[in-house]
Antibody
Framework: EVQLVETGGGLIQPGGSLRLSCAAS????????MSWVRQAPGKGLEWVSV???????YYADSVKGRFTISRDNSKNTLYLQMNSLRAEDTAVYYC??????WGQGTLVTVSS | DIVMTQTPLSLSVTPGQPASISCKSS???????????LYWYLQKPGQPPQLLIY???NRFSGVPDRFSGSGSGTDFTLKISRVEAEDVGVYYC?????????FGQGTKLEIK
């Protein structure tokens, strides 16, 4: 059974950093492309970043240069390092396996 | 970026009646590999999005056959043949032919 469990969210001040984790089970992270998608409170879905099986990474313009996606194959875990956080980064962050399975999400609140 | 436009933005449907949601993309989603990278998701209240339809018309595992997808190129439709109470939520279309992956604004389905 495919499972994705995100952790690492919380309240952070503007300019701060957070690292989100997405622990996967039931499949191999490195054999799939993995994405982060976010949803601001009461808003729609916004794709944030992707890492392909070959290791290539891509980012939305809104987070480029501030966020870094990575994975640890030994832990079968996906990460999102978020630096220089802004109020507009406040959202529930979901990790997703390819286009099919999504985790429950973790809430990031950027506020002073 | 490819813009995904959904209509209507909200639907109120009597149980047992059909429902239809349109999704139009600003560019063709037909890839040179012959696949069309259009997906439909349902986000039930308080839950992450769940995949309903992949590549225009293929129902994902466990999705009831009352859900169907159709279309080609830039025009796509999700149909529910007989709406049930459990179908309430927000429906999103998404394209993954080109980065950044983009979503429609969402269509909120309510039960009358």
């Amino acid at each position: 059974e495919v499972q994705l469990v995100e952790t690492g969210g919380g309240l952070i001040q503007p300019g701060g950093s957070l690292r989100l984790s997405c622990a996967a089970s039931g499949f191999t992270v490195s054999s799939n492309y993995m994405s982060w998608v976010r949803q601001a409170p009461g808003k729609g879905l916004e794709w944030v970043s992707v890492i392909y099986s070959g290791g290539s990474t891509y980012y939305a313009d809104s987070v480029k240069g501030r966020f870094t996606i990575s994975r640890d194959n030994s832990k079968n875990t996906l990460y999102l390092q978020m630096n220089s956080l802004r109020a507009e980064d406040t959202a529930v962050y979901y990790c997703a396996k390819s286009r099919d399975y999504w985790g429950q999400g973790t809430l990031v609140t950027v506020s002073s | 970026d490819i813009v995904m436009t959904q209509t209507p933005l909200s639907l109120s449907v009597t149980p047992g009646q059909p429902a239809s949601i349109s999704c139009k993309s600003s560019q063709s989603l037909l890839h040179s590999d012959g696949k069309t990278y259009l997906y439909w998701y349902l986000q039930k209240p308080g839950q992450p999005p769940q995949l309903l339809i992949y590549e225009v018309s293929n129902r994902f595992s466990g999705v009831p056959d009352r859900f169907s997808g159709s279309g080609s190129g830039t025009d796509f439709t999700l149909k529910i043949s007989r709406v049930e109470a459990e179908d309430v939520g927000v429906y999103y279309c998404m394209q993954s032919i080109q980065l950044p992956y983009t979503f429609g604004q969402g269509t909120k389905l309510e039960i009358k």
